[in-house]
């Protein structure tokens, strides 16, 4: 894949710029069975904020099938969150405890 173009600051006014300034040939891909994890790591590593989802690979299925963002990544990555930390149960707070005292005691337990 090419190099990044540069960043706006340093290219000319926007009134004079081009789409080809602050895009780059290609599409980055891949199938509907690959771990978002995987996706995000493509995303991060080559600077871009969307990958290409395709159809079924077992089936050699290279259809478009929608857009992976780095929106869908954050979002998934944060209903995660609310689920694994929706069954436990929350503790009361000490009125008189510190707020160091009580992220201390938090850490802790996790």
Do not use: K, N
């Not at 996706?39 to 478009?64: K, Q, S």
């Not at 694994?84 to 929350?90: E, G, I, L, Q, V």
């Amino acid at each position: 894949m090419t190099t990044a173009s540069p960043p706006v600051a340093v290219m000319r006014s926007l009134d004079s710029a081009h789409v080809e300034d602050v895009m780059h040939p290609g599409v980055f891909t891949c199938f509907f069975e690959t771990p978002l994890t995987t996706v995000a790591r493509i995303m991060a590593t080559h600077h871009v904020h969307c990958v290409v989802g395709l159809g079924d690979p077992t089936d050699d299925d290279t259809r478009i099938w929608g857009l992976v963002t780095d929106r869908d990544i954050v979002a998934a990555a944060a209903t995660d969150y609310v689920h694994r930390t929706a069954d436990t149960p929350p503790r009361p707070a000490r009125p008189r405890r510190s707020t160091r005292t009580r992220h201390r005691a938090a850490r802790q337990r996790s």
